[in-house]
Structure formats: C-alpha cells, structure tokens
C-alpha cells in the first residue's frame, strides 16, 4: 500500500520567509525519497531527492532533511518567492520499485 | 534540458469512444510510466513499461487500458471505451535507470474530459 503522506493540505507563507513542507513515510524499508513541485496545470516537476544513506541534501534554495528514526522527510525552501506557489508532494518508490507512491500534497501560498 | 512531451493537452470524447493519448519520453530513458490525476486528488499511479513490457499496473489499469511502444520514441496509452470516471489528468514519465535510482521526468500532462 501507500507509505507516504503528508501532515498539512495548505501552508501560507510571507514573500522572504522561509517554507517547510512536511512528509511522513511509514515503510521502514524506503530508501529513496523525491519532492516534486506541480503548478497548476502543468505536471510533477523535480526538486531534489535523498537517499536513506544520507539526513542532509541541498540544492539551489531548496533543504530536503530525512529522518529515519521517526521516518519524516521535509523540504525546506529558503526565501520564498511568489514563484513558489504549487502543490509540493513527497514521493518515494514501491518495494517492486516498479513504481512511486505520491504523498497527497501541500498546496503553498506566498503572500507578496 | 530534454524533457517528456505529451500530446494532445486536451482530449474531449464521448463515453464509450476509443482514445490514444501519446507521449514521447526523454531519449536516452529506459523506463516508462502512465499516471493520472483526478483534479485535486493524488497523484496515482497506471502502469510502468520497461523492455517493451509492463513491469506493474495498478488496480485503475484495467482491460479497457492498454499501452504500446510503436517505435523507438513513442509511448502510447489507450482507454478502449471511456467512461465519465476516466475523466482526469494524465501523466506520462520516465526513467533512465529506474528501481530506486533517479527521478521520475513527468511530461505536462493530457486533460482528458469524457461526456
């Protein structure tokens, strides 16, 4: 079934500030996680992703933070900008690995 | 930065009519998937294709679904009678190595609407 989840539908930001989007995951056996981005209308774009060997990645203004013990995932976006704004979703792969499991989404707001 | 097309971006049919929704996935990638999205809903997963076969399909995926690799670009999904529930986004995506080692690539998405 489904492992990955997430705990908030909508988050609200203030331009500047800095956003942090939350995933639970409940298969102790995941050992690859992805965040995607999806504005309205178009499909699920790429951020970053973790694999379970590290706790830590960066990208460009972009933090995913994997913690394995209480299996939570998060993705940090620093400075928020209004291009921001779309349905960030957490995915990670089957046991198969013929397939990813898409958490139901955080939709973020950046108020100018 | 090569990326999955998908055409066309917005198929109206009547219930019960055949459609073909097509996508070319990036060149050097292995690995293929179909998923949909019902609006305002998750992302779900059809079935992914590697090696001129399916590898999985899902519950959603069945005998009225099929896919097909034509040629060595183009990947195809085809619902063969359509009802008002298939009514969704579809996504094609894929993969260069699969099975746990990069990133699904989604292509923008065909709005399929059934009547």
């Known amino acids: 079934g489904e492992s990955v989840g997430l705990h908030l539908p909508t988050l609200s930001v203030q331009e500047g500030d800095n956003s942090i989007i939350n995933c639970a995951y409940s298969n102790s056996a995941s050992d690859y996680f992805i965040w995607y981005k999806q504005e309205s209308g178009k499909g699920p774009q790429f951020i970053i992703d973790?694999?379970?060997?590290?706790d830590k990645r960066q990208g460009q203004r972009v933090t995913v933070l994997l913690n394995k013990t209480v299996k939570h995932l998060s993705l940090q976006i620093a400075a928020t900008q209004p291009g921001d704004s779309a349905v960030y979703f957490c995915a990670d792969p089957s046991d198969t690995g013929n397939q990813f499991y898409f958490g139901t989404g955080t939709s973020l707001t950046v108020i100018p | 930065e090569p990326e999955v097309t998908q055409t066309p971006s917005h198929q109206v049919t009547q219930m019960g009519q055949e459609v073909i929704l097509r996508c070319v996935p990036i060149s050097n990638h292995l690995y293929f998937y179909w998923y949909r999205q019902i609006l305002g809903q998750k992302v779900e997963f059809l079935v992914s294709?590697?090696?001129?076969?399916?590898?999985?399909k899902s519950e959603i995926f069945d005998d009225q679904f099929s896919v097909e690799r034509p040629d060595g670009s183009n990947f195809t999904l085809k619902i063969r009678s359509t009802k008002l529930e298939d009514s969704a986004m579809y996504f094609c995506?894929?993969?260069?190595?699969?099975?746990?080692?990069?990133?699904?690539?989604f292509g923008n998405g065909t709005r399929l609407t059934v009547t």
């Open positions: 294709f590697y090696n001129n076969e399916i590898s999985e």
């Open positions: 973790i694999r379970s060997n590290m």
């Open positions: 995506a894929s993969t260069e190595t699969g099975r746990n080692n990069s990133p699904l690539h």
